[in-house]
């Protein structure tokens, strides 16, 4: 292996880091607009390594405040066994712990799990990944469903904040701006907002509600739109709630990742977070 070099990632980059992560995990639905995304919100978070001038994997965090949540770690197939995620980790862990970040988050395959136990990554909780079977209908958005837009974003993130466990005001925003007529609001009977869902272009999440019913009329809200494939949901696993209402609607739960922290457990309700935004960004 040539010289292995650790850098941040560059807007010039996200073509190859794409093509790495697409590469890694086996997918080909490409995720640059979310790498730039993640960019936009967190300029200095994200990773590349370098085997000489040629890119060979990636990783990168948001830093929330109470905690960052660490995603899209990912080495070229060409590369791996060498050491190289271990060297992105170490860099972006020692990032963190200079800005002081107190604890990291991240969801683990069974393949990266063995490298951040060895980095101090103990488990909380699992994170499921559901399917919509292709078969399943559009469902009928149901009556008192508001319609969000990015005018909204402080009611979503005075809500999500006590359940996510940290301000992320500024996803939120970037969230509903760039999924116009695809955001849905339940309100309370004071007129709060009772929980919100933003539905991707073939995920549901961030998903959010205090209780079943907001969360299943926000489930139904979001179905009733067109996805670019059967959509998805990565829910918490403390959320026996969100597997039965997933199911109920023809989602299957194909595979799971393990929840694992560094650092002190952050106060967070995850029994209340239905569907994460991604598994890179919690």
Not at 130 to 159: E, K, M, Q, S
Not at 231 to 257: K, M, W
Request: charged share 20%; with cysteine; net charge neutral.
């Amino acid at each position: 292996m040539a010289t292995l070099t650790i850098r941040p990632i560059a807007d010039a980059d996200v073509a190859a880091a794409d093509a790495i992560a697409g590469l890694a995990f086996g997918v080909v639905e490409s995720r640059a607009d979310d790498l730039r995304r993640y960019l936009d919100l967190e300029p200095e978070g994200w990773w590349l390594a370098l085997d000489g001038d040629v890119p060979v994997g990636l990783v990168g965090a948001l830093d929330y405040g109470p905690f960052a949540y660490v995603g899209n770690m990912a080495v070229h197939p060409s590369a791996q066994g060498r050491g190289i995620g271990r060297a992105l980790m170490t860099a972006l862990l020692e990032w963190l712990d200079r800005r002081g970040t107190p604890a990291v988050l991240l969801d683990a395959t069974p393949a990266g799990a063995p490298l951040y136990l060895t980095l101090g990554f103990t488990d909380v909780d699992r994170a499921c990944w559901y399917v919509r079977g292709a078969g399943a209908p559009p469902t009928a958005r149901p009556a008192g469903v508001v319609a969000l837009t990015a005018a909204d974003a402080p009611a979503l993130a005075r809500l999500d904040a006590p359940i996510f466990g940290a301000d992320r005001g500024a996803l939120l925003r970037r969230w509903l701006e760039d999924y116009p007529g695809r955001a849905f609001g339940v309100v309370d009977r004071r007129g709060d907002l009772a929980g919100f869902a933003i539905a991707q272009r073939r995920r549901i999440g961030p998903w959010v509600a205090r209780d079943p019913e907001a969360a299943e009329r926000l489930l139904r809200a979001a179905l009733s739109l067109a996805f670019t494939g059967p959509p998805i949901v990565v829910g918490p696993g403390a959320n026996a709630d969100a597997a039965r209402a997933l199911v109920a609607h023809g989602f299957a739960e194909v595979s799971q990742t393990r929840h694992m922290r560094r650092g002190p457990l952050p106060a967070r309700d995850r029994a209340r977070i239905w569907g994460q935004t991604s598994y890179a960004v919690g």
